[in-house]
């Protein structure tokens, strides 16, 4: 799988090796959801700020306010998509959610991406049942990965809102 790292917003050079760490949690969420892909297919994670993501947050879903991260999944079937999707992550959603929630914004950002990667191999949240399975699924990946439980003390739900 080719995983493409964009970086857009400077500020997102707060967190450390983001290449490194965005490869990572895509391959173990991966891994932990056991999808199965077209062998050469690519993936998008673009870091960008709350402007750019709040103008495709308008664009594509009719809410014109940013949010923390946003997938948007080629359709098809997973095995022959060449192109599985983008996930964009806004910094400051991300960075002021890990604060308010007592996060580290490393542990946060890698939740945001596997989050968004789930979105694109076909996981939700719509339903009750649907957000249990996604949630317990990011804790695996945050396990494997060595962060803490993402969902710890948090009574918002999926991702604090995530999308």
């Given amino acids: ?23 990572k949690c895509v391959r173990q969420s991966l891994a932990v959801s056991g999808a199965a892909l077209a062998p050469e297919c690519e993936i998008s994670v673009t870091f960008c700020n709350d402007a750019a993501i709040q103008q495709l947050n308008a664009e594509w879903r009719g809410k014109d306010q940013p949010t923390n991260v946003l ?16 996930v964009i992550v806004a910094f ?19 939740h945001m991406v596997a989050h968004g990667f789930l979105h694109l191999i076909g996981y939700d949240h719509e339903t009750a049942a649907e957000a249990e399975r996604m949630e317990a ?5 945050a396990m494997a990965l060595g962060f803490p439980d993402p969902y710890a003390d948090d009574a918002d739900g ?5 999308n």
């Fill in 92 to 110: 400051e959603t991300v960075a002021k959610e890990a604060e308010q929630q007592g996060k580290l914004l490393r542990a946060h950002t890698a």
């Fill in 158 to 162: 999926p991702a604090g809102g995530a």
């Fill in 71 to 86: 997938s948007f999944p080629t359709p098809g079937a997973l095995e022959r998509k060449p192109l599985l999707g983008d």
């Fill in 1 to 23: 799988m080719e995983i493409d790292v964009n970086v857009a917003a400077p500020a997102w050079r707060r967190v450390g090796d983001l290449e490194d760490l965005t490869k």
């Fill in 137 to 141: 699924l990011e804790r695996k990946i």
